[in-house]
């Protein structure tokens, strides 16, 4: 098999060369699947899914929290959940409460899981998303890293949204937003 060409059924690849001895990679079929097999040290790129953590937080109001994706970010300009990668080595309940800290200065309680959906918005970057409750014990609301601004919203007028799988949560919610641009979310 050409090793630069895509098998079919394969997702697009990521490495190009071995991570650990740097040899050249070569598609191979391993199990059903396409892998990409260093030849030299036998590496196997996997390819995982990255896990998101993410929090809903509400006020009293029943008003969900909801962060405006900077200058940069994939969707810039719309608007999330707070959310974001689980950092290898840490625990996912820790991740999602760093993330909405990072996001919104709030501190909250992470909860129950409310929500999960894997994301097949951009084929060369998959993801499974965990979405948890969360319940505020501390901090001030304001706007922070990936985040260019942090506010509340009534679930009856939710701003655009920057995701699918934020969407089909809000709707599962008895809500119903304008869905996301299907060409980017
Ligand atoms: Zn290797």
Redesign the pocket.
Known sequence: MDETQLPEGAWPGEYTY?P????RLAWEEIGDAHRMR?P????IHWRNPAVGAAVVVFDDEGRVLMIRRGPGMTQEGKWAIPAGFVHYGEEIREAAGRELEEETGLIADVGDVVWVASNFHDPAKLTVGIWFAGSVTGGTLQAGDDADEAAFFDLDDLPPLAFSTDFAYFQSLGADPAPPDPASA
């Open positions: 071995c650990m001895c740097t040899t260093c030299s040290c036998r590496f």
